[in-house]
């Protein structure tokens, strides 16, 4: 098992859910934010990005040797739970992987695939998961050159524009099928989903 970092961005509202809470979808029998937990866990410790007290997520999680941190501006998006968590990495870590947690087929095969990258390959600074055909997706794994950078980001644009201005040094990890880019937003895409796991 690595010894990066693997944070879990689970701090956002499911706008598009209508109400309902894409991360507490049952998925094999727990909530899908406590199974891409555990497959993280899988892989490294975890760094859960968490809405701010009360909510139900935090219940989610309970027994799991993750650490829990808030996002006091969580509304803001998806960059106000990186730069939290960044803050929280251990002083000694020499990367992080980021990895949204709202992806259902992700296995942590496929992260212990983008550590091991990083690991070895010391002549790109970002590794990032891709489609089976090449897309880049999720997880995404920064050097520790570019904490700095992520720590400054603000909006809801991700980590994108620190990507884009690496461009140079990104290396694409493919990964089975499309999992590193299927993410269900919506309970159209949740019933469509469970579909054609059933068929």
Same mark, same amino acid.
């Given at each position: 098992m690595s010894t990066i970092p693997i944070i879990l961005l689970a701090a956002g509202q499911s706008r598009r859910m209508r109400g309902a809470d894409k991360l507490l979808q049952q998925e094999d029998g727990m909530?899908?934010?406590?199974?891409?937990?555990q497959i993280a866990l899988g892989a490294g410790p975890v760094i859960v990005a968490l809405p701010p007290e009360p909510h139900e997520r935090y219940a989610a999680l309970d027994g799991l040797a993750v650490q829990k941190v808030p996002v006091p501006d969580a509304?803001?998006?998806?960059?106000?739970?990186?730069r939290t968590a960044v803050q929280n990495l251990p002083p000694d870590a020499a990367a992080v992987i980021v990895l949204l947690a709202d992806?259902?087929?992700?296995?942590?095969?496929?992260?212990?695939?983008?550590?091991h990258s990083i /690991?070895?390959?010391?002549?790109?600074?970002?590794?990032? !998961? +891709?489609?089976?055909?090449?897309?880049?997706?999720?997880?995404?794994?920064?050097?520790?050159?570019?904490? /700095?950078?992520?720590?400054?980001?603000?909006?809801?644009? !991700? +980590?994108?524009?620190?990507v884009k201005r690496h461009k140079d040094t990104v290396k694409l990890i493919p990964l089975e099928g499309e999992r590193a880019r299927?993410?269900?937003d919506t309970p159209e895409a949740w019933a469509e989903w469970r579909a054609k796991q059933q068929t």
């Open positions: 909530p899908l934010l406590r199974r891409a937990a509304a803001e998006g998806m960059n106000a739970s990186l992806l259902p087929e992700l296995t942590t095969n496929d992260i212990k695939k983008i550590a /690991e070895t390959d010391e002549d790109f600074n970002i590794h990032r !998961g +891709a489609t089976q055909d090449g897309k880049p997706g999720h997880p995404v794994a920064f050097d520790r050159s570019l904490f /700095e950078e992520l720590r400054g980001l603000s909006g809801d644009e !991700g +980590a994108q524009v620190i299927l993410d269900l």
